[in-house]
């Protein structure tokens, strides 16, 4: 599992920070032009080479001493929604959620370094809170005629999902892909219902990653736009979900031989129970 984590952490570093650089920051414009601050030029190519350095680091022998700083790195963004016009001023401003959508993922992805640097039970239940919260957030927000429309765009552009555009048409989609979220949210954070609950969070998951490859503004050329990043952190939030969820495990001596079979193994003097 550790591995699995690196793996996707050093990908999510080194396309967002390659992207940046290639397209010279036209991805972090969000943060750069429309916040109360002015940040210098050169702040976006810094960002970018920082999460390149971290990338390389998790690649090293020593990689738990860029996790401290990984996590300082993963959590910074959510700054953002305490002074940036990231609620929708149509629907009412909060809790209706636009463009800090992307914002509230960064509390489950901070699990991951946690739960490398050993912190399993703060990882656990810091990464349980941060699925619950984009899901019942989110699946509320597709109720809304702004959220429907967005998710149209992306529905249309899969050939996986454009029938359910045609049979149920953008708010039907919007709806079902709402009930779903929130269902999924709902047996998560049942105990007795978890595994139900992470798998529908992983189907959700794995459909909205995928549109990555077929949605045409996910990419400019081979690097990551605003809606890529966001469409990438999935992969992040299925690690997430695997890594805080209790899956069930093979167990040897639950299968026990019968006959000869369990009297060799059993011994000739000495049954074992």
Known sequence: MALLIRAVLVLFLTWQGLSTLMSKGMNLNFLMTRGPLMFPDWLPMGWAGLQLLLAIWLLTPRYRQALWPLLLVLAAPMLALFCYPVWMQSSGGFPAIGAGQTLIKQLAVCALPLWLLGYRQQSKWLGMAGLALVFVWLGAMNFTQAQATDLAMLVQSSPLTRWLDTLLGSKGVAALAGVWDL???????IPASRLWGALAISLALLIKLHFLATFDDALMYCWLTVTGADLLKSALLLVVAWVVTPWPKANGASVRPI????????????VLR
């Open 259 to 270: 006959g000869p079979a369990r009297r060799r193994s059993e011994g000739p003097a000495t």
């Open 183 to 189: 269902l999924a949210a709902a047996l998560f954070l």
